[in-house]
Nanobody, 121 residues
């Protein structure tokens, strides 16, 4: 059974950092692309970052470029999203998803349940 579980969310002050984890089970992450998305209240789901399976290429939304870093640890079957210099507008539920193609569009077959990130003073 394919399963993705996000963790690492929480409350952080503006300018702070968080590292989100996406742990996979039921399949090997190294054969698939992983995307991170977020959804704020009243807004649509936004692609944040993704990493390909074949060459490890990474992609970022302009809104997070230079602040967020996606990485994968195939030995732990886990993908991470390091988030630095967080802003209040980063507040959202963050989801990871897996599929064949790395894209910032929500064209992924499997999704996690999400983890809340709140940036507030």
């Amino acid at each position: 059974q394919v399963q993705l579980v996000e963790s690492g969310g929480g409350l952080v002050q503006p300018g702070g950092s968080l590292r989100l984890s996406c742990a996979a089970s039921g399949f090997s992450l190294d054969h698939f692309a992983i995307g991170w998305f977020r959804q704020a209240p009243g807004k649509g789901r936004e692609g944040v970052s993704c990493i390909s399976s074949s060459d490890g290429n990474t992609y970022y939304a302009d809104s997070v470029k230079g602040r967020f870093t996606i990485s994968r640890d195939n030995a732990k079957n886990t993908v991470y999203l390091q988030m630095n210099s967080l802003k209040p507008e980063d507040t959202a539920v963050y989801y990871c998803a897996t599929g064949l193609i790395a894209t910032l569009r929500p064209d992924y077959a499997y999704w996690g349940q999400g983890t809340q990130v709140t940036v507030s003073s």
